[in-house]
């Protein structure tokens, strides 16, 4: 009895043995890290571009897309901020809608391939709330009444609480746009196009809307979810519409600011 509780005893240690001799084997193969997880895919949009990390890579190696037409793959350096060293990694660029690979060789002519899929650029976005800023040169008491109506003027001029826009993306900065007055009610919309223009005066972007025959131009906050995310994000993004031109003929009181916002978040609804 003792010999076969001997015999299973070694049994176990050989077996255990062996898988982590088939462990560590499994770690010397190349591996790609997307953020800090081990991925054998990866999505990318159309129009941007994710930054994936290589291990095991032994010596220099090639990247290469299987469809360019889809996704391009070059090798970028950069100084790892942790080590100071020089590290290597692959961008990934959307081309087009679709699946292909990225093949990464390696000095000792091994490889290994992560699957890519490219997707087409949507960004939802749900109106939850409005604002107004009205303001009047040497403002008085007397001001505040037509100070008010211009403020409620201001927000009917705006698009209602409730309301959607989703942007389908054709290049980084520009796409197709449909509006909704009311996302309950997905079959009432307007279609037309966006577009994002430098403003050089401010050094920022603005957002130009294209929709019922009439150009809408915001000051988009937030924006970095509208030109370089890839995922949903809780942030709340702001257009803001300067309405100054629509008083500008005033005296009494001159309005010297006249804005409205829009307060959106990112939705998954419509």
């Known amino acids: 009895m003792k010999n076969k509780f001997l015999y299973l005893f070694i049994a176990s240690l050989c077996f255990i043995g062996f898988a982590s001799c088939s462990d560590d084997d499994e770690d010397t193969d190349i591996k790609f ?30 990247v290469k897309s ?11 350096e950069y100084k790892d901020l942790n080590t100071g060293q020089i590290r290597l990694r692959i ?5 087009k809608e679709g699946s292909t690979s990225v093949t990464v060789i390696d000095s000792e002519n091994r490889s290994a391939t992560l699957k890519v899929d490219v997707i087409i650029k949507t960004v939802s976005l749900l109106i939850t709330s409005q604002g107004a800023s009205v303001e009047a040169e040497n403002e008085t008491s007397e001001d505040q009444p037509a100070i008010d109506k211009i403020t409620e003027e201001i927000k009917s001029k705006l698009a209602p609480i409730g309301g959607g826009f989703k942007l389908i993306y054709t290049s980084q900065y520009e796409g197709t746009l449909i509006y909704y007055p009311n996302i309950q009610k997905l079959s009432e919309k307007e279609e037309g196009i966006f577009k994002f223009e430098g403003n050089e005066a401010t050094e920022r972007m603005t957002l ?45 009181p001159k309005i ?9 978040s990112p939705s998954m609804a419509f």
């Open 66 to 76: 299987n469809n360019e037409e889809i996704a391009t793959a070059v090798i970028d």
């Open 91 to 95: 961008k990934i660029q959307g081309i």
């Open 208 to 252: 130009k809307f294209f929709y019922n025959n009439t150009e809408y131009v915001y000051d988009p906050y937030g924006g970095s979810l509208l030109t370089n995310s890839t995922r949903t994000s809780e942030v709340r993004v702001i257009f803001i519409r300067d309405f100054i031109n629509d008083y500008i003929g005033m005296t009494k």
């Open 33 to 62: 890290l997307y953020g800090s997880e081990k991925v054998s895919s990866a999505s990318v949009t159309s129009v941007g571009s994710i930054l994936v990390e290589t291990r095991n890579v032994n010596g220099a190696f090639t």
């Open 256 to 264: 010297k600011k006249a804005s409205g916002a829009l307060f959106m």
